[in-house]
């Protein structure tokens, strides 16, 4: 999950900002929203705040409530920084260093990556100004999603259509295997989050004398069962010099990959950049990190109903607490994860972690304490929560000429308990 904050310009394209907000929120990111003032004339704050269910800011000098002043904060916060729809006017503010409103000062404050989705007519797009501007931006290392070819609102057919909101989603979710606000630290040593990198055709060349650098392209070649292409090696180069992996380690992890049928440049950049954050170094901890994603990290997921997909980090980051540094049992994870499918009935990662940590501040750590737990629990009849809707439930009824039904409380008390003891295994 990332911390997102999404800057929305003037223009038609304004309509697909909302529809890229309600996806992101959709698949568990925080997203903070800046609209200029020409936008909210193509879609409310509101609609923006109802779908990310955050505070949308638009007006710099505002009454200020929290300690932090908001265009820092803002700018500190973000994972990514989206802008969609960009106009040529914010593109020209950012290419030039102006800040002047609220989205174009917090740009100026961050450094985190940033993504921008032009839209705009199509002579204005090809103006030479225009396409000097971004050429400039994107040497300063600002990341495009190209405009696609259409019929715009102006009724001219060219491009300058802002990106399809599926395509820059696919974009943002390129740096969701690191945390642009959080460092590794691992042997006393901070180790900062990559940013991205990109090697020219001379530069790899010239890393070839290293015999290091040679051993790791054949190493990858062997495995991938082909020649390496150009923009492979610039990846590999990137993993191997700015991630900082050791060649074990990319050849445990380039292994792994292709034994889980994933080829991808982008599936195996991922994997190496969250290699990286997590600090492997060898290895033997590559293998052991391998393991417990093959073995306990999937049990969990299907413990939890998730058995179709791979975990995101924030799901890793609580399930390697609880194995590594809690120490709780498989046994007591496992109990944890049906008792949250049997309470909220879904995956639920913090209802989860609540349960365990109420079960840690009791001092219970095997699972015949919590069948004890959940007996005295269900017991006690004043605090059975299935029993009082029971009694609502058959309470007389005002205007009906025939008797309520009745139950026999003790009976459905003993199922409760039966059933609680088939999930304990008993």
Known sequence: MLNIVLGITGSVAAYKAAELANLLAKQGDTVDTIMTNAATKFVTPLLLQSLTKRRVY?????????????????????????????SANIIGKIANGI?????????????????????????MYENPIVQANIKKLEAYGYH????????LACGDVGKGSMADVADIVAKINEFSTSSSKEAIIK???????IKEV????????????????????????????????????????????????EIDVIEFLLQYCVDNGKKANNYIKSVAQNWAERGIADAD?????????????????????NSGREPINKEIEYMQRWIKEDGYSMQ????????????????????ADGILNKWRKQNITTPEQIEVLEKQYFEDKEINPFKRKIEKAVQPRRFQNFKGRTYDHERLAQLEREYVDRKLGK
């Open 144 to 151: 495009f999603v190209d405009p696609k070819e259409s019929r």
């Open 198 to 245: 990109s090697y020219t055709i001379e530069e790899v060349e010239r890393h070839l004398q290293n015999p290091n650098v040679r051993v790791l392209f054949e190493m990858a070649e062997e495995i991938l069962g082909k020649p390496l292409q150009e923009r492979e090696r610039q990846m590999f180069l990137e993993i191997y010099l700015d991630m900082g992996l």
């Open 332 to 351: 007591i994870i496992q109990l944890a994860c049906e008792k949250t499918i049997i309470n909220k009935a879904t995956a639920n990662f913090p209802y």
């Open 99 to 123: 800040a002047d409103d609220m989205l174009s000062t917090v740009v100026m404050a961050t450094k985190s990556p940033v993504i921008i989705c032009p839209a705009m007519n199509t002579a």
């Open 58 to 86: 638009t007006e710099m000098f505002e009454t200020i409530i929290y300690e932090d002043i908001r265009h820092i904060s803002l700018a500190q916060r973000a994972d990514v920084f989206v802008i969609a729809p960009a």
């Open 285 to 305: 901890e590559a293998e052991e990190y391998i393991r417990l994603f093959n073995n306990e990290y999937r049990n969990i997921m299907r413990w939890l109903g």
């Open 187 to 193: 042997n006393d040593e901070v180790k900062p989050i």
